[in-house]
């Protein structure tokens, strides 16, 4: 069986998203009940937004296991530190 290298290039940009959040201490999932939670963990939205984002820059022909690596550390920075201030947590769920 061959494996194209495309998925070795998204195993290291979720690779390079999740170590980078556990690092950051993110939690390595988010609160129960999970489908009420808006808690930021490593798995989800981390892991799910590396692998999007790493398939944008496949799209603009930016390739290679360096971009993966680079695009997996940007989505976990982006995780930890802005995604709360560009996505906002419902106002039902604000903690007190």
Known sequence: MIIHA???NY???LAA???PALALRLPLLP???MRHSWTISAVFP???M???FYAMVYELGYQGYIVALITGIIT???AKFILEKVVPRP???EPE
């Open 6 to 8: 495309n998925v070795f």
């Open 11 to 13: 195993l290291i940009a």
């Open 17 to 19: 998203a999740l170590l």
């Open 31 to 33: 609160e129960k009940p």
């Open 46 to 48: 981390t892991a799910v």
């Open 50 to 52: 590396a692998i999007g």
């Open 76 to 78: 976990a920075l982006f």
């Open 91 to 93: 106002e039902s769920e």
